[in-house]
């Protein structure tokens, strides 16, 4: 098993979060692509298609504000594709269930994807258009489309989602839940680039 792990930043890295990356990948084979400079689709893409050049198996997508915990990795080896809750603004979560309790989508600032799924997706992998609006319809979230414009407020995941369910491929949400920091807005000034405000969680004063 050989993990690529696709980390696109904003220019900056917190020690916390980059530390616990490092920590979780001890004793695994691995390579950390990141790129700056490009929004997260075009990062994410870039990355991929870099990576598929070489015999990974599997695909860690993992944001630069998220805390890994250890022991998360193995389990996600056991799935086609996994991931993890992830904290947003005022409760809400990286994950959206439908009423079935089956998972409609989930955001890849933690998600680990077999090559043979990425291999069998369309390109771009990861695009924020179209946007989505999401509605509840009996036992499913149906999506309808709000525009076809890209969004400056992410959104790519959905894409890359709705991709894994049209290949009939399960997300599997394990029951942990991770630490989402903030990079300071000092720091992202300095970087040229803007923070999401549903990324404002808990304030680090240390970078």
Known sequence: MKIAVILPTRGTY??????????????????????????????????????????????????????????????????????????LKEGGSNIKYNPDGTVAWAGAGCLMVKREVIEKMKKPYFNSAPQWILCYYKDKIRFRKKSDEPSEEGGEDINFCRQLIKLKYEIKILPIILEHIEILKYASIYAGVKINSRHRIKIHKKI
């Open 14 to 87: 917190l020690v916390k979060a980059y530390k616990a990356l490092i920590s979780s990948l001890v004793g695994f084979n691995y390579h950390i692509f990141t790129t700056t400079g490009h929004n997260t689709s075009k990062a994410r893409n870039l990355m991929v298609k870099k990576a598929l050049k070489s015999a990974y198996t599997h695909f860690l997508f993992i944001d630069d504000d998220v805390v890994l915990k250890k022991g998360v990795i193995d389990q996600m080896f056991n799935y086609d594709v996994a991931s993890c809750q992830i904290p």
